[in-house]
């Protein structure tokens, strides 16, 4: 980050994903509190179950979980063949919980 910062080109993608890799939030995870959406892809290959591991330990939080699959191209992380469903999905809640229904 230091060296994007100074216009350097990045080239380690290394310490930054093993960190990444290291990090556990399931010892904060019941302190959030404002809505969260979740998003569950069939077939993901990143982070699979995680997703529903988190829903579960959200306890105060409004929580949403979306689950995506295959039938509407909505399987793989991201959801990359179903740009417009995902978008739809991001702002229709967002809608929904900034005007409070």
Known sequence: MLDA???KVFTDFWTP???IE???ITNVVSRIEVP???Y???YEQFYP???RQ???KLTGASRFLAKFDATTGGQLHCSPMAPQQHCDLVFDW???ELSGN
């Open 5 to 7: 910062r100074k216009g």
């Open 49 to 51: 179950g995680q997703t």
């Open 36 to 38: 969260t959406l979740l």
């Open 22 to 24: 290291s990090m556990n």
């Open 54 to 56: 988190m829903f579960d």
């Open 17 to 19: 994903a093993k960190f």
């Open 94 to 96: 967002l809608q929904d």
């Open 40 to 42: 569950d892809y069939e």
